[in-house]
């Protein structure tokens, strides 16, 4: 069955970086575009980006782009989520998401916090 696993998920000070890494298996994943999301408390889930199935095309939420990188390693079924120089309010359960599908990892916790 199709699983997503995130990972790399933890506590941050402002300013600091963090890559998050998500594994997937049971689907044939190159020829699928990746998304990551995140949620806060309350609100509804937030897009932050995807990528290609080759990666050369990543795309981003403005509220991330210029400080967050999307990458892929199709050889290994990882999709990655480096963050860098990161604000209180990017703290969130981050989750990745196979492009327009039902499947969805079960989250990692960021927290940004002095």
């Known amino acids: 069955q199709v699983q997503l696993v995130e990972s790399g998920g933890g506590l941050v000070q402002p300013g600091g970086s963090l890559t998050l890494s998500c594994a997937a298996s049971g689907f044939t994943f190159n020829p699928y575009p990746m998304t990551w999301w995140r949620q806060t408390p309350g609100q509804e889930r937030e897009w932050v980006g995807d990528?290609?199935?080759?990666?050369?095309?990543?795309d981003y939420s403005d509220p991330v782009k210029g400080r967050f990188t999307i990458s892929r390693d199709n050889a290994r079924n990882m999709v990655y989520l480096q963050m860098n120089n990161l604000k209180p309010e990017d703290t969130a359960v981050y989750y990745c998401?196979?492009?327009?599908?039902?499947?969805w990892g079960q989250g990692t916790q960021v927290t940004v916090s002095a």
């Open positions: 998401r196979r492009s327009n599908s039902m499947y």
């Open positions: 990528i290609s199935s080759d990666g050369s095309m990543p």
